[in-house]
Nanobody, 123 residues
């Protein structure tokens, strides 16, 4: 399984960005996808996750109400719309995939990782 993330960049506080992550290879018939992030000197942090059908989404407390995760199974792609960005959102954002239907919150439950895309929010 390969995950290709894109959409990161530099944005001013209060601005918006949209991340995308395309899955390819032997993903299995169903899989859960999500995002984590890692700021310099910090541990990798759960951001959001969406189940196969898109009927269930979960967000980390720090991004609730500002970020929205969605997916397009026809394109094997997950998206994350990030609004009202803050300097503390600055991090490398990693796409994550787990085969099957289970939701994940922990790095230990992720099966595959993307390469990461850098988001920098200036004050």
């Amino acid at each position: 399984v390969q995950l290709q993330a894109s959409g990161g960049g530099l944005v001013q506080a209060g601005g918006s960005l949209r991340l995308s992550c395309a899955a390819s290879g032997r993903t299995s018939s169903t899989y859960t996808m999500g995002w984590f992030r890692q700021a310099p000197g910090k541990e990798r942090e759960f951001v959001s996750v969406i189940n196969w059908s898109g009927s269930s989404t979960v967000y980390g407390d720090s991004v609730k109400g500002r970020f929205t995760i969605s997916r397009d199974n026809a394109k094997n792609t997950v998206y994350m719309e990030m609004n009202s960005l803050k300097p503390e959102d600055t991090a490398v954002y990693y796409c994550a995939l787990r085969r099957g239907m289970a939701i994940f919150y922990s790095v230990h439950d992720v099966g595959y990782w993307g390469q990461g895309t850098l988001v920098t929010v200036s004050s």
